[in-house]
């Protein structure tokens, strides 16, 4: 994971899960009008207009958590995702579950980090709705926040294979989770430290 923490490589990873978020919240915008979807607090009256990536890169340039941190967040993105069904990431949710990610993954990883307020000014929302957004989330995993070192070395693999196929049409058709119908990881049981349960691939 030594390559992950390197300034060098972290606009890469930035590049890769911004370009998977992408892909999976447009397959979902297409999935949305054919099943059904529950309305949540991190849905906007309409999509941003900044992309998912200049997004991501914007939390990393002022938020200044460890890129540890975007790992995670990733891990909780999945997590939500398999505990929410009914809210898979689209193009009107996917900006307000990453920013919010984010400050939790912070919160939890680092010892130094900014507020809510801060957040939510790096996000172009609200410190009471950043507020709201964070306690929904929570509750939405359930406050399964602990990361193991396996589960980590996981999602940096799939990052890493991200980075080196680009191609949507190269990757596996279940690269990672993060919603349906187009999932991006299958999650495996975290506290199998035997990990008899294999990753499907």
Same mark, same amino acid.
């Given at each position: 994971?030594?390559?992950?923490?390197?300034?060098?490589?972290?606009?890469?990873?930035?590049?890769?899960?911004?370009?998977?978020?992408?892909?999976?919240?447009?397959?979902? /915008?297409?999935?949305?009008?054919?099943?059904?979807?529950?309305?949540?607090?991190?849905?906007?009256?309409?999509?941003?207009?900044?992309?998912?990536?200049?997004?991501?890169?914007?939390?990393?340039?002022?938020?200044?958590?460890?890129?540890?941190?975007?790992?995670?967040?990733?891990?909780?993105? !999945?997590? *939500?995702?398999?505990?929410? =069904?009914?809210?898979?990431?689209?193009?009107?949710?996917?900006?307000?579950?990453?920013?919010?990610?984010?400050?939790?993954?912070?919160?939890?990883? !680092? !010892?130094?980090?900014?507020?809510?307020?801060?957040?939510?000014?790096?996000?172009?929302?609200?410190?009471?709705?950043?507020?709201?957004?964070?306690? !929904?989330?929570?509750?939405?995993?359930?406050?399964?926040?602990?990361?193991? =070192?396996?589960? *980590?070395?996981?999602?940096?693999?799939?990052?890493?294979?991200?980075?080196?196929?680009?191609? =949507?049409?190269?990757? =596996?058709?279940?690269?990672?989770?993060?919603?349906?119908?187009?999932?991006?990881?299958?999650? *495996?049981?975290? /506290? /199998?430290?035997?990990?008899?349960?294999?990753?499907?691939?």
């Amino acid at each position: 994971m030594a390559e992950l923490e390197s300034p060098e490589v972290m606009p890469k990873v930035i590049s890769s899960l911004s370009s998977l978020l992408q892909r999976v919240a447009e397959s979902n /915008d297409v999935g949305c009008r054919l099943e059904s979807q529950k309305i949540s607090v991190f849905h906007g009256l309409s999509t941003p207009t900044i992309s998912v990536q200049c997004y991501l890169e914007r939390i990393f340039k002022y938020a200044n958590c460890s890129p540890s941190c975007f790992i995670v967040a990733y891990v909780y993105l !999945d997590r *939500f995702t398999q505990r929410q =069904p009914l809210l898979p990431i689209n193009s009107f949710n996917v900006h307000r579950l990453l920013i919010t990610s984010v400050l939790v993954s912070a919160k939890f990883m !680092d !010892d130094m980090y900014y507020n809510n307020a801060y957040y939510a000014k790096v996000g172009g929302i609200s410190t009471a709705e950043m507020n709201l957004l964070e306690v !929904d989330f929570l509750f939405g995993l359930g406050f399964q926040l602990n990361v193991t =070192p396996a589960a *980590f070395y996981t999602y940096c693999s799939y990052l890493q294979r991200e980075m080196l196929i680009r191609s =949507p049409v190269s990757l =596996p058709e279940n690269p990672l989770t993060l919603g349906r119908p187009l999932k991006l990881h299958c999650c *495996f049981s975290e /506290d /199998d430290s035997t990990h008899k349960k294999q990753l499907a691939v």
